[in-house]
C-alpha cells in the first residue's frame, strides 16, 4: 500500500547551541524515504538524526489512516475500516523506545440506561430504548521484546475486549446483529479502560501503556472520559488541557 503520511522528527540539543539546521532535518529523512514504511526504517532516521545534527536525542513519528477490510456482521458485505494510527520511535545515547498509537471507535450502550429500559417495559408495558453513543479508544502502547506486533493486533487485542466496534457495511441483519451485540456488552466508560487494560497486560508484545477512553454521551451534554495508565512512559501529573477535546 502507498499512504499519505504525516511525519514530525525531532531532535535536542545541548544548551551552548543555537539551533538546528531546519535542511538538514528534511535531508536526513530523505535518505531514507524510499524505503518501505516501518520501525527499522524510522531507526535509520534516528541514527541520521544523532549523527548530523550531533544531537543526543532523537524522535520521530509518522501519523496515516490505516486501512483494514472488514467483514458485515451477518450479511457477508465487506468493506474498508481507516484506522488513525501513529508509529513513534525515541533514541537516546542508551534507550530505543518504540510506540505504537491506535484510535479505536466502537458503540457504548450505557448498563444503568438498558436497566431502566428493561425496567419500563417490564413494569409498565412502555417501549424505552436505552442510550448508546459512538465512542473512542485512544490507546498509546510501548513495544517490548523482539515478537512483533502490528496495527491489525493491537485492533484484534481491543476487538476482543470490546466486540462493538463501529461498522463499515450495514444492511438491516446487520444493523440487528449490532444491536443484540450492544445489548450482551453493555459498558461504562470506566469498564472500557479496564477491559483493554486485562487485554493489553495478558500480551507479552506490549510494554508500558496508556488508554484513553471518551463516551461522546447521547444523554448527557457532556462527554463521559476515563484515563488509565501502566508504567512509566505515560504517568503524568499534569495533563495537557486539549488531552480530552472530542
Not at 65 to 74: A, D, F, G, V, W
Not at 138 to 148: C, F, Y
Not at 182 to 191: L, Q, S
Request: glycine share 4%; aromatic share 8%; with cysteine.
Amino acid at each position: 500500500l502507498t499512504l499519505e503520511t504525516a511525519v514530525t522528527g525531532s531532535v535536542s540539543l545541548e544548551a551552548n547551541k543555537k539551533g538546528i539546521n531546519m535542511s538538514r532535518i528534511m535531508r536526513s529523512f530523505y535518505k531514507h524515504a524510499e524505503q518501505s514504511f516501518s520501525f527499522e526504517v524510522i531507526g535509520g532516521v534516528l541514527d541520521s538524526y544523532l549523527s548530523d545534527l550531533e544531537s543526543y536525542d532523537a524522535r520521530i513519528q509518522m501519523r496515516l489512516s490505516y486501512p483494514m477490510m472488514k467483514p458485515s456482521l451477518r450479511s457477508g458485505l465487506e468493506g474498508w475500516q481507516y484506522y488513525n494510527v501513529a508509529l513513534e520511535m525515541v533514541r537516546s545515547q542508551d534507550r530505543t523506545q518504540r510506540i505504537i498509537h491506535l484510535d479505536y471507535v466502537y458503540s457504548s450502550t450505557c448498563p444503568c440506561s438498558l436497566e431502566l429500559s428493561e425496567h419500563a417495559r417490564r413494569t409498565r408495558g412502555q417501549i424505552a430504548t436505552p442510550h448508546s453513543q459512538r465512542s473512542v479508544a485512544r490507546i498509546s502502547v510501548e513495544l517490548t521484546g523482539a515478537d512483533w506486533l502490528w496495527f491489525e493486533d493491537l485492533v484484534d487485542l481491543c476487538n476482543m475486549a470490546i466486540p462493538t466496534e463501529t461498522q463499515v457495511m450495514v444492511k438491516r441483519e446487520d444493523e440487528q446483529a449490532f444491536a443484540e451485540l450492544n445489548g450482551a456488552n453493555p459498558i461504562f466508560v470506566e469498564d472500557a479502560v479496564r477491559l483493554l487494560c486485562e487485554s493489553f497486560q495478558a500480551d507479552l508484545r506490549i510494554g508500558d501503556f496508556r488508554i484513553l477512553a471518551s463516551h461522546q454521551e447521547s444523554l448527557h451534554s457532556h462527554d463521559a472520559v476515563s484515563l488509565l495508565t501502566v508504567g512509566e512512559t505515560f504517568r503524568q501529573a499534569s495533563l495537557d488541557p486539549r488531552l480530552f477535546d472530542t
